[in-house]
């Protein structure tokens, strides 16, 4: 049975003018840049305070600087409690709530510091060899779990060959050799036990396996049972990790010990979480082998930590969506998860032992959720498309970091529109008008296209592709969440896996059309820009289509099948293309861009860098050379010192700058000086 929306939402016409206020104007590079970062607020046990992190990108620095806040939920009065040299992160409050742990670059790399809460100086607790993160309490305030990366083995094979003229090369001998943008030969991430008060780390993993995984992990992969002694974790004990994603929950003894595996999924399961009153521990999983983005099912197993074995229960069984995170109720008898839906992240709250859940929060995206004592004031972060992330407590805003530079900006709220789809079905997308809107003129479209594939545009404020800056070009920005996007159902999100070419190209066209439609969008002067499977489809659309005038494809699949021999993640190829290239190499061939550059026609830039693992550099290289060799006006972008995506401020301003700059001078009269 098709995936039909019960309700078409077709597309709004605006004939009224915006009225723009004197004081405000379109958004710059140098607005967006300075705009700070607010993310991963943390409650205190006692519900009186908020800690979190505000970043700053710094174009002098060329780095992030991150802070760690503190705002009273009472009045919202906040103040900045760590500063100095490197960068603080990841506040975590000791159970007894007179203690802030948080992870710091000031010295010896990225350590963990506690900071009494009182008043009073930090101090270094970790010093571990490479460093440390993600710090989880234990229960009884003695110490903390971090998971740091440790040379693994302690004597290998590059080292004896080296013996005293070390070199830079690398030898392996396995799978998943590369992460990101992360080379991991030689190297495995572990669990150390901190002791707070002599500081000295265990390694409490001391085994040939990532813990927790780094592949198919979710949010947060690490709990501690209110024993002090036992961790649960999310780990991929497989001997080769990169073709499956069999990555389960395991409980092992704080001091090592007793390691024993708690779920037996062929799927990723991963987040586990204790109840506070230690009845169940709580789990995501996904339920079918080899797929990165099924649904994630929220599983209860009860006295997880008897002997006896327990069979799992789904909290959302008979839902089609998917919980992103969650958090527990104090009192033991809710869950409050973050679940995608039709391109925003809502809040649920599920009730135990009914299960039965209610929307609390539905409008923009809201994540990271922690709750309130009484088991309904929420704190967690929201945003929109024209509101940078902040800190909200009981359905208000509780940190203003950003409500000034914002007030000197015009920055329109998107406009949901729909419209019939491949395969029947309803389809959604987003529209971004720019500054000053006049619906007597003519503007240029800028049609954004989303990676994943399972992925969604949705009513948030972009981190690196960001709505506002494209429109304060003067552009309609337009973007379809085509078929195999997430937060439309399972089925929908299903839809693309094997049909990278066909479903969604038809959804995109069709929703092209009906843009191309409105009194105010010059469908003479269309671009569209996309990256990872946003730019495979850039490539795709350059052989099937020359109704653009223009293209922008970010680390871009070319050529599949060099993709899956290059990309570190075997099983998303694998499953995407229904095996691997040397067993189902017809379809690899049907879907690949590389097979219709003879009609490429459009002007293309060409953006990839160096150190993305995910889609390798290679694949920019090969569309690169295709462009130039049919003659197109072309341009690359490289940058050496990224991976799949741009963080460092000035390459960000380099990106910016020449994205925008290319798409102007084809889709506009006058190019921009």
Not at 34 to 60: N, R
Not at 311 to 320: K, L, R, Y
Not at 404 to 423: D, K, M, T
Not at 633 to 655: A, T, Y
Request: aromatic residues 12%.
């Amino acid at each position: 049975m098709r995936f039909v929306f019960a309700v078409l939402v077709t597309l709004q016409l605006s004939n009224i003018p915006t009225v723009v206020s004197a004081q405000r104007r379109a958004i710059k590079f140098e607005d967006y840049i300075a705009l700070k970062s607010v993310s991963d607020p943390q409650l205190s046990p006692d519900g009186k305070w908020v800690a979190y992190t505000v970043s700053i990108p710094s174009l002098e620095d060329n780095r992030n600087v991150s802070r760690v806040w503190v705002a009273d939920a009472r009045t919202g009065k906040t103040r900045q409690v760590t500063d100095g040299p490197g960068s603080d992160r990841q506040p975590r409050w000791s159970p007894d709530g007179k203690t802030l742990a948080f992870i710091s670059t000031r010295e010896s790399g990225a350590q963990v510091w506690v900071l009494p809460i009182a008043g009073g100086d930090a101090r270094k607790v970790s010093g571990l060899a490479d460093g440390a993160s993600d710090p989880v309490w234990l229960p009884d305030g003695s110490g903390l779990i971090v998971t740091s990366d440790i040379k693994w083995p302690v004597n290998q094979e590059i080292d004896q060959r080296n013996g005293a003229y070390p070199t830079e090369a690398r030898i392996w001998t396995g799978f998943m050799w590369r992460h990101w943008d992360d080379f991991r030969a030689g190297k495995r991430q572990h669990l150390f036990r901190v002791d707070l008060r002599t500081g000295k780390g265990t390694d409490v993993t001391p085994i040939d396996h990532d813990v927790p995984t780094i592949a198919t992990s979710g949010d947060g992969d690490v709990a501690v049972a209110l024993d002090a002694r036992t961790i649960a974790f999310a780990m991929h004990r497989d001997s080769t990790v990169a073709d499956n994603t069999n990555v389960d929950i395991y409980l092992i003894q704080s001091d090592g010990s007793e390691m024993r595996q708690i779920t037996t999924s062929t799927g990723a399961d991963n987040t586990p979480r204790f109840s506070p009153d230690g009845r169940y521990m709580s789990y995501l999983s996904m339920e079918r082998a080899g797929f990165e983005a099924d649904r994630l099912r929220l599983m209860l197993i009860e006295n997880p930590l008897g002997r006896s074995a327990r069979t799992p229960v789904e909290a959302t069984a008979g839902w089609n969506l998917s919980v992103g995170s969650y958090s527990w109720c104090p009192n033991s008898k809710c869950i409050y998860a973050v679940v995608e839906e039709r391109g925003r992240d809502k809040i649920y709250r599920v009730d135990l032992p009914s299960f039965r859940r209610s929307v609390v929060v539905s409008d923009g995206v809201n994540t990271a959720v922690q709750v309130g004592l009484d088991n309904r004031t929420l704190v967690y972060l929201h945003q929109t498309n024209s509101q940078p992330a902040e800190v909200w407590l009981g359905g208000k805003a509780l940190t203003h970091h950003n409500d000034s530079a914002l007030a000197a900006l015009e920055l329109p709220p998107l406009e949901e529109f729909g419209f019939v789809g491949a395969l029947g079905d309803s389809v959604f997308g987003w529209l971004q008008k720019p500054p000053g809107f006049d619906p007597t003129k003519k503007y240029p479209l800028l049609y954004l296209i989303h990676g994943g594939p399972q992925g969604a545009w949705t009513d948030s404020w972009g981190p690196r592709w960001n709505n506002q800056m494209f429109a304060a070009r003067g552009f309609v920005v337009a973007e379809v969440n085509f078929h195999g996007s997430t937060g439309y159902g399972q089925k929908f999100t299903d839809a693309i896996s094997q049909h990278w070419g066909d479903y969604p190209f038809d959804d995109l066209m069709k929703g092209v059309d009906a843009v191309a439609r409105l009194p105010y969008v010059d469908s003479t002067r269309m671009g569209a820009a996309g990256a990872s499977y946003g730019g495979y489809m850039i490539y795709w659309i350059a052989g099937h289509t020359n109704r653009f005038k223009v293209l922008v494809a970010h680390d871009g699949v070319f050529n599949t099948t060099s993709m899956a021999g290059s990309t570190e993640e075997l099983w998303f190829t694998d499953w995407e293309f229904g095996g691997s290239p040397y067993h189902n190499r017809d379809l690899y061939e049907k879907w690949s861009p590389l097979n219709h550059v003879s009609d490429w026609k459009t002007p293309l830039l060409v953006v990839h860098s160096q150190l993305d693992y995910r889609v390798d550099l290679s694949e920019g290289y090969q569309a690169f050379t295709a462009a130039k060799r049919m003659g197109i006006d072309s341009k690359f972008l490289n940058f050496p010192d990224e991976g799949h995506w741009v963080l460092r401020p000035r390459n960000r301003r380099i990106w910016w700058g020449t994205v925008l700059d290319w798409l102007e001078v084809h889709l506009n009269e006058r190019p921009h000086p």
